[in-house]
């Protein structure tokens, strides 16, 4: 059991790694971001038994490696895992707390590094563990609209509205 991430390296590793990064871990809401470990209460509340998930392994750093008979006859190492939104947030190096990216795809994300200390949301925001370096936690404020870019495409496809996404641009600037 795990996210997509566990899944390609389980499947790169021919079985032999069964791992995932802190980031995608939190994704799944069993991790505890306080102790950075499996979260015992909702594994007992849910029925999950811990023996089944995924090892847990910093966002940076060799996790496993190819297996040569599943990966073009090579043994490569895999590094550098994290979940979309986390790495998005790395990638546009948002490194220090108070920094933020937006994304906009199927969904719009809003995600800012709140440094080494989760912060709770008074505001309907996730706090989320964006990334595990070393030893260096960094958490994030998170704020997603599942459907704003999905919606784009409904208006385009499914209502016929428009004719290609850059027109919503226009409809949008003559909103007084």
């Not at 021919?14 to 995608?24: A, E, F, I, L, W």
């Not at 998930?53 to 599943?70: C, H, N, Q, R, W």
Request: include cysteine.
């Amino acid at each position: 059991m795990g996210n997509i991430d566990s899944w390609i390296i389980w499947n790169l590793s021919k079985g032999r790694h069964h791992v995932t990064d802190y980031s995608n871990a939190s994704r799944t809401l069993l991790l505890n971001i306080h102790t950075l470990s499996w979260d015992e209460e909702i594994l007992a509340w849910t029925g999950i038994p811990e023996h089944i998930l995924p090892e847990l392994k910093p966002s940076s750093g060799v996790m496993a490696e190819t297996d040569p008979d599943i990966f073009f006859g090579a043994t490569v190492p895999i590094a550098g895992v994290a979940g979309d939104q986390h790495a998005a947030t790395f990638g546009q190096t948002c490194f220090k707390p108070g920094m933020a990216k937006n994304t906009y795809g199927t969904a719009l994300a809003l995600m800012m590094n709140i440094g080494e200390k989760p912060i709770p949301s008074k505001h309907g925001l996730t706090t989320d563990l964006a990334w595990k370096i070393g030893n260096r936690v960094e958490y994030a404020l998170e704020g997603v609209i599942f459907i704003g870019g999905a919606a784009i495409q409904w208006l385009k496809d499914g209502l016929g509205i428009i004719k290609n996404s850059a027109e919503c641009s226009e409809l949008a600037g003559k909103v007084p």
